[in-house]
């Protein structure tokens, strides 16, 4: 799915197809595979069930993923517009390397990508008003595929500024950039998926499946790892790797997930309004 995906978004788009529509139609499809693959082969059985969460996060991803976007493209295009030209006229031209094959533009649009959003999310964990917000997508009390866009809207535009800064200031193509979306919507299904998956070597360069699992651990000694949007070699590289699994011979697997706060609000607009309730999760950073 990782290569047939932007693969597929390659082709369609070149073929006339609406960059728009050919990534958002592309992402249900996929989002419907981890659907079908998490009742065939669940990693926990009670997580294929409702724990009341499922309006939450259909309101939360529409909002975040549909019509949050909208408002957010023009503002990051003119934030990010004077930067972009000044590089490149220091450059001498366009930055971005366009004459390379789309897969090593994708290559590098993935490692770009991922320097910005591993530095974003982790500041997200450590700078306390960054966390009021994040601390939404951590509420989640099951992973299963669609729970990965549960996400404030502060929260978001934080976490598209810190993963676009990088690829807006070296002009990355339009057709790359939707091939990225795809990579993109794969990895982050994965991570939150519900499936019994094993990835084996894959465990060196993406941050899927086991490795997003820790991240939302209740015990915050694991959860602030793995940080990585895509990739996992920043985790790698800032020794913010955490793998048991691999690491150790138990094969010892995530428990309990979510906020130390059990009685965080659960609902969107109770979750809307939450980090600017003082001392309301509080203790999840203790």
């Avoid at 800064?165 to 790359?176: E, K, Q, R, T």
């Avoid at 790797?241 to 906020?259: A, C, D, F, K, W």
């Amino acid at each position: 799915m990782l290569v047939a995906t932007p693969f597929l978004i390659y082709v369609l788009i070149s073929n006339g197809y609406s960059v728009a529509i050919t990534t958002y139609v592309v992402a249900v499809g996929v989002g419907l595979v981890f659907w079908v693959m998490e009742w065939l082969v669940p990693f926990k059985e009670g997580w294929n069930h409702s724990h009341g969460d499922i309006s939450n996060d259909i309101i939360s991803g529409v909002v975040a993923y549909v019509i949050l976007p909208i408002f957010l493209k023009p503002f990051f295009i003119a934030l990010l517009a004077g930067g972009a030209a000044w590089l490149s006229v220091q450059w001498g031209g366009t930055i971005w390397p366009s004459d390379w094959p789309i897969v090593f533009q994708l290559i590098f649009l993935l490692i770009m990508g991922d320097a910005g959003r591993y530095w974003g999310h982790r500041l997200a964990h450590e700078v306390p008003f960054l966390w009021n917000f994040h601390a939404v997508h951590h509420s989640a009390k099951r992973l299963y595929w669609w729970n990965a866009t549960r996400q404030h809207p502060v929260d978001k535009t934080w976490f598209t500024f810190t993963e676009m800064l990088f690829p807006v200031l070296l002009g990355a193509d339009g057709i790359v950039l939707s091939m990225y979306f795809g990579v993109t919507v794969v990895c982050g299904f994965s991570q939150h998926c519900n499936i019994n998956l094993k990835l084996g070597p894959l465990y060196w360069f993406f941050n899927v499946v086991d490795l997003h699992r820790w991240h939302h651990s209740r015990a915050i000694g694991e959860s602030n790892n793995n940080y990585g949007n895509n990739l996992i070699i920043f985790d790698r590289l800032f020794g913010t790797y955490y793998h048991p699994e691999r690491q150790t011979t138990s094969n010892r697997q995530v428990e309990e997930i979510g906020l130390i706060n059990r009685n965080y609000p659960q609902h969107y607009l109770g979750q809307l309004i939450a980090p600017f309730k003082k001392g309301l999760d509080k203790e999840d950073r203790e």
